[in-house]
C-alpha cells in the first residue's frame, strides 16, 4: 500500500479499530448465545454487524474532533505561526477542556516570554543600540531609564521625572496613567514634544510589563520619530492645495472667456481679439505649469540614473547665456559671464545643469532692475576633507567646492522669506508688478541639486543686490 492511501485510508477510516474494541463485548455476548442455542447464528450476527455500523457511525464525529485537536496540538508544538484554534462542537466537553487546559498553559507561557523579554529590554547595552527612544515608567509615573535615543530627544536629566512634567498638555501622560491602573494592556497615541523652538511629531507605543523590573518599572514607552513623515505629509496637502489652485485661477478665466464668446459676444469680433491673447497667456501658464508639475516628478523618479557624462560648466554657462540674451534684451539687461576659476569636468547629466542655470539666469532677468548687469561667476573653494570608509579603514578624501554664483542689482528679498525661497509655489510679493512664473523653478533647482549633494546659497542685501549661489562638492 502506498503512502498516499495509507495517509487516505486513515482519514476516511479513522476509527475503526476503536469501534471494534468497544463493540468485542457485544460480540462475545451474542457468540455464548449462538452457544448455548438461545440465539440462531443469522440474527446474531446481523445484530452484532448493526451494533458497530451503529457504534461507528455515532462514535465518528467524535473521533473526528480527535484528530482536529491532535493536527492544532502538532502544528503549536511545531512553532507554527498564525495557528487558528479548530472549532469544535460544543457538546465535546471533554475537548473543551482539553483545549482549555492547553490555551492555559500556552498563555502561561508567553507571559513568563514576555517577562523574559523585559527583563532583557532592562539591560543597559541593549537599550542604548535601539534606534527608537525608549523609557520605563514606574507605578508613580516616574521615569526610572531612558536608553541612549530617548536621553538625545528628552533630554540626559529626564531620568527620575514624572511623565506629566516631560510631556505637558498631551494626551500622553493620561494614557500611560490607564495602563498603570491595570485598565488595558496596550495603549498607542501620537503626540508632540518642543525641545529648542523645535517640534517632535512621535507616535507613542505604551505596554504594561508582564512583571515588575529589577528598577521597579511595570510599563514601558517606545517614542517612534515620524517628524519627517509629518512634515512630508504637511507639505504634500499644501502641494496639491496651491497646484490645483494654480490651475483653477486660468481654468476659470478661460471658461469665462470662453463661455462670453460663445454667448453675448459670439459675433463682436473686438471683444475676440481682445480675448484671445488673454486666453493664449493664461494656457500658455497651464502649460508651464504642468510642464514643471512633470520636470519634478521625473526628477524625483529618475534618483538612480547614472551620473555618466562628463559637464564643462563653462561651456554650459555660456550655452545658456546664449540662450536667454534676447529675453535679456527685451528686459533691458547685460549678462556678464566672470570665469575667474577654470572648474574640471563634472559628472552628471547636461539636461540637469541646463535647467538650474536657466531657472536661475532667467529669475535674475525677470527680477533684476531695468538697465542694470546680471554677472554669473564660475570659482573654487577649498572645503574640509572628507572622511569615507574604504576596505574597512577610514580615508580622507580632499574636498573642492565648485561655485557658480547669479547675482542681480533688484529689490532685495526680505530675510524671513529666504528659507521659503525653495518651497514649492512660493513666491515673493512684488508691489505693482506681475511677474510670469509657476513657483516652481527653485523648487526644481534645490531638488536636483540635493541629488548631486550640492546646496543653494542666498544672500540679498539693498546695497549689493541678490545674489544665488550652486555649490556642488568635487573630490579631489
Not at 450476527?45 to 484528530?67: H, I, N, S, V, Y
Not at 492645495?241 to 478665466?253: D, F, G, I
Not at 534684451?329 to 542655470?357: A, C, M, V
Request: proline letters at 4%; glycine letters at 6%; one cysteine or more.
Amino acid at each position: 500500500m502506498t503512502k498516499k492511501n495509507k495517509n487516505m485510508k486513515e482519514s476516511i477510516f479513522p476509527s475503526f479499530d476503536r469501534v471494534l474494541l468497544f463493540t468485542f463485548p457485544m460480540g462475545v455476548s451474542l457468540l455464548l448465545l449462538v452457544i448455548f442455542g438461545e440465539l440462531n447464528f443469522i440474527p446474531a450476527l446481523f445484530g452484532f454487524l448493526l451494533t458497530f455500523l451503529l457504534t461507528f457511525f455515532l462514535a465518528r464525529p467524535f473521533f473526528k474532533e480527535l484528530e482536529k485537536l491532535v493536527l492544532y496540538l502538532k502544528s503549536e508544538a511545531a512553532g507554527i505561526e498564525n495557528t487558528e484554534t479548530p472549532r469544535f462542537m460544543k457538546r465535546r466537553k471533554e475537548i473543551f477542556k482539553i483545549v482549555e487546559s492547553f490555551n492555559q498553559i500556552k498563555m502561561s507561557w508567553l507571559v513568563k516570554n514576555k517577562l523574559l523579554e523585559a527583563q532583557t529590554l532592562s539591560d543597559g547595552a541593549i537599550l542604548e543600540n535601539l534606534p527608537d527612544a525608549l523609557i520605563m515608567i514606574n507605578q508613580d509615573g516616574i521615569i526610572v531609564s531612558a536608553n541612549l535615543a530617548a536621553r538625545q530627544l528628552l533630554g540626559g536629566g529626564v531620568i527620575f521625572k514624572k511623565i506629566d512634567d516631560v510631556f505637558t498638555n498631551t494626551l500622553l501622560p493620561s494614557k500611560i496613567s490607564i495602563i498603570l491602573s491595570q485598565q488595558k494592556e496596550q495603549e498607542s497615541v501620537e503626540t508632540v514634544f518642543k525641545k529648542n523652538r523645535k517640534t517632535f511629531y512621535l507616535k507613542a507605543l505604551i505596554e504594561k510589563l508582564p512583571n515588575m523590573t529589577k528598577n521597579g518599572a511595570i510599563a514601558v514607552v517606545v517614542l517612534q520619530d515620524i517628524t519627517a513623515f509629518k512634515v512630508f505629509e504637511k507639505s504634500q496637502t499644501a502641494f496639491f492645495a496651491n497646484a490645483s489652485h494654480e490651475l483653477k485661477t486660468p481654468l476659470s478665466v478661460l471658461s469665462g472667456f470662453i463661455e462670453t464668446l460663445q454667448g453675448p459676444a459670439k459675433n463682436d469680433e473686438t471683444a475676440r481679439e481682445q480675448f484671445l491673447p488673454i486666453m493664449a497667456e493664461h494656457t500658455q501658464h497651464m502649460t508651464e505649469l504642468v510642464q514643471d508639475l512633470l520636470a519634478l516628478s521625473r526628477i524625483q523618479l529618475n534618483d538612480d540614473r547614472p551620473k555618466d557624462e562628463n559637464i564643462l560648466i563653462s561651456e554650459l554657462l555660456k550655452s545658456v547665456i546664449q540662450g536667454l540674451q534676447t529675453k535679456a534684451n527685451d528686459y533691458q539687461k547685460k549678462i556678464k559671464l566672470n570665469i575667474i576659476h577654470e572648474t574640471p569636468p563634472l559628472k552628471g547629466h547636461s539636461s540637469d545643469f541646463l535647467r538650474i542655470f536657466q531657472n536661475l539666469i532667467d529669475n535674475a532677468i525677470k527680477y533684476g532692475r531695468k538697465r542694470s548687469t546680471i554677472t554669473v561667476s564660475t570659482f573654487l573653494e577649498k572645503g574640509e576633507p572628507l572622511i569615507q570608509e574604504i576596505d574597512g579603514k577610514s580615508v580622507s578624501m580632499p574636498i573642492q567646492w565648485l561655485k557658480v554664483s547669479v547675482h542681480n542689482m533688484g529689490n532685495p528679498i526680505k530675510e524671513d522669506d529666504i528659507p521659503r525661497l525653495c518651497e514649492r509655489f512660493f513666491r515673493i510679493e512684488q508691489k505693482g508688478k506681475s511677474i510670469p512664473g509657476t513657483g516652481l523653478g527653485l523648487a526644481i533647482t534645490s531638488e536636483i541639486l540635493h541629488q548631486y549633494d550640492g546646496k543653494l546659497e542666498v544672500v540679498s542685501s539693498a546695497n549689493q543686490g541678490t545674489t544665488f549661489t550652486v555649490v556642488l562638492p568635487i573630490t579631489i
